[in-house]
């Protein structure tokens, strides 16, 4: 199972949107609903941010939010702010007790 | 609160086993599939392993199947990894990882904090 693709870095500016892409195949992303966002500072352990494509787990600003289309996912962040600049990494179910995390995107400040 | 503690990492030779374990406290071990998540420095996160809640069912990612063998210590809360025959390429930060619901579909919304395993001659 092949890494989904991800860029590997989008910028903004404090209070823009940006948008990452995590693009897969029709055996994982295009074929389930099972998408997730993983929000990873440096030396620490990634912090789910979106379920099911779109859903945001309690406490997860409302800024945050996910889309699919085909065979590709995206995180949009709206209204970027200082503490959003971190890794962020998607995540689908594959089937059979298979999961595919994607390649990560670092976001920083312009 | 949930916590989830990973030990026994280190520095091993190629070819050489490790075991790791995660300390589970704060929700119902016994109910939970669980998961190891590996993230190798500088490189993105690999999903590695699932148990099932009961210990009965295994699954393994093809770069550690044959090699890697996950278990689980319900009356202990805790779940482990035994890695045999490492190489270079396991070099990474292991994380246990648990899954939000009962589907083995469910996202990993709780993570320890990582333990580090070193593959070197």
């Known amino acids: 199972q092949s890494a989904l693709t991800q860029p590997r870095s989008v910028s903004g500016s404090p209070g823009q949107s940006v948008t990452i892409s995590c693009t897969g195949t029709?055996?994982?992303?295009?074929?389930?609903?099972?998408v997730s966002w993983y929000q990873q500072y440096p030396g620490k352990a990634p912090k789910l941010i979106i379920y099911?494509?779109?859903k945001r787990p309690s406490g997860v600003p409302d800024r945050f939010s996910g889309s699919k289309s085909g065979n590709t996912a995206s995180l949009i962040i709206s209204g970027l702010q200082a503490e959003d600049e971190a890794d962020y990494y998607c995540?689908?179910?594959?089937?059979?007790?298979?999961?595919?995390f994607g390649t990560g995107t670092q976001v920083t400040f312009l | 609160q949930v916590q989830l503690v990973e030990s026994g990492g280190g520095v091993v030779q190629p070819g050489g086993s490790l075991r790791l374990s995660c300390a589970a406290s704060?929700?119902?071990?016994?109910?939970?599939?669980m998961h190891w998540v590996r993230q190798a420095p500088g490189k993105g996160l690999e999903w590695v392993a699932v148990?099932?809640?009961?210990?009965?069912?295994?699954y393994y990612a093809d770069s550690v199947k044959g090699r890697f063998t996950i278990s689980r210590d319900n009356s202990k809360n805790t779940l482990f990894v035994q890695m045999d025959s490492l190489r270079d390429e396991d070099t990474a930060v292991y994380y246990c990882a648990r899954p939000s619901g009962s589907y083995y579909s469910d996202p990993f919304d709780y993570w320890g904090q990582g333990n580090l395993v070193t593959v070197s001659s």
């Open positions: 148990i099932s809640y009961d210990g009965s069912n295994k």
């Open positions: 029709s055996s994982d992303v295009g074929g389930y609903k099972y």
């Open positions: 995540c689908s179910y594959a089937g059979t007790y298979n999961y595919v």
């Open positions: 704060g929700f119902s071990f016994s109910s939970y599939a």
């Open positions: 099911d494509v779109n």
